[in-house]
């Protein structure tokens, strides 16, 4: 009987999600829960919310599920390995004759393919979700994290080509050259097989790797318009592609300790040097770069100089007041341990 009812709790949903009625949908898909007796009811039951909540613009229940069926998941990945284990010191001979390890079946006896696809759609879903409220660090890593190529299995959420665009973008504007080289560049084979099918983004990425800023941001020009009408990233293009200049210019200085402004805005198609000079006196501000504007005749930024003696002498003496700090509350603990006063 509980699983007559689920079904119909299902059946309700589909109904109302197919004509429009979405809030009406919602409510019948968590009236299933109740009737749910196995880990696969429980990830449809996630799957399906997600879905209505992302047409209802409910980025919190989306971001709730997805976490939640990502934790199922771990959970069940967990089992499955201890339980290998436990096989493989029971039976050692069987394994080795085998050659190899125990091969388990996914969720409710899906293949491990159809449980890192389903892995895939959640981690997609909560990525979506940090990206509405303006988290790209944790989009990016969500984006970049998947282990499978989705490729049309999601598309009434994203397609392959939107996760490759989306976290490309994201990346870009928030990851370090570090993460950069380890999420996208060189280590992460999924994602780049993912730019293959963007081509744009993926030259767009390697020209900011390999310090082509100019080209770079004049090959994301030529994709904003059509950015500005996705129904996912379409608000965060602007605040997205300003991160992204940001950190060309940010980086275009580091080598240099003079660098006259005047080039420096031929080469980012600045419309004049005093647009590029408040860009640059913004970063100054708020200690993006450590330099200086100097006004006088040519316009030059200049690095500052910094003695590294000094900043040694600082560091040390930073760590040697932890240290000190630390043996303090090592013995106070210790005094409290004697005289049997600590809980």
């Known amino acids: 009987m509980k699983e007559s009812i689920r079904l ?17 949908a919602f409510t019948c898909y968590q009236k299933s829960r109740e009737y749910g007796t196995s880990v696969k009811h429980t990830l449809a039951l996630c799957m399906n919310s997600i879905r209505v909540a992302l047409e209802l613009n409910n980025m919190s229940q989306v971001l709730l599920y997805a976490n939640k069926g990502l934790a199922i998941l771990k959970n069940v990945d967990q089992m499955n390995a201890s339980e290998n284990e436990k096989k ?33 759609k959640f981690t997609c879903a909560a990525a979506l979700a940090h990206l509405h409220f303006d988290k790209y660090t944790e989009a990016a890593k969500h984006f970049t994290s998947l282990k499978t190529e989705i490729g049309n299995s999601y598309t009434e959420v994203v397609s392959q080509q939107d ?3 989306y976290g490309g973008l994201c990346a870009l504007a928030t990851f370090d050259r570090e993460q950069l080289k380890k999420h996208i560049v060189h280590e992460n084979v999924t994602f780049r097989d993912m730019l293959s099918t963007v081509p744009e983004m993926r030259d767009i990425i390697e020209d900011f790797w390999n310090s082509r800023y100019p ?17 996912h990233i ?14 060309a210019l940010i980086q275009y200085t580091k080598p240099f300790s003079a660098l006259s402004l005047t080039t420096m805005a031929s080469a ?18 708020r200690d993006k770069i450590r330099a200086r504007i100097d006004s006088r005749g040519e316009k030059i930024l200049r690095a500052k100089e910094f003695d590294k003696r000094t900043e040694t002498f600082e560091r040390v003496q930073k760590t040697a007041g932890k240290f000190v700090e630390n043996a303090r509350d ?12 600590a809980l």
């Open 8 to 24: 119909a709790h299902n059946d309700l949903g589909d109904y109302y999600y197919n004509i429009g009625n979405l809030k009406e």
């Open 88 to 120: 493989m010191a029971q039976k050692p001979s069987i394994i080795q004759q085998a050659g190899g390890g125990i091969e388990g079946l996914g969720v409710g006896g899906e293949s491990k393919e159809e449980q890192n696809l389903t892995r895939a």
């Open 163 to 165: 996760v490759a665009v």
């Open 215 to 231: 080209q770079c941001l004049s090959k994301l020009d030529l994709i904003k318009k059509e950015l500005l009408l996705d129904i």
């Open 234 to 247: 379409g608000k965060h293009v602007h605040k997205l592609f300003s991160l992204i200049r940001q950190k």
């Open 268 to 285: 980012f198609n600045c419309d004049s040097v005093e647009t590029l000079e408040k860009e640059i006196a913004d970063l100054i501000t």
């Open 330 to 341: 090592a013995l106070l603990r210790s005094s409290l341990n004697r005289l049997d006063l």
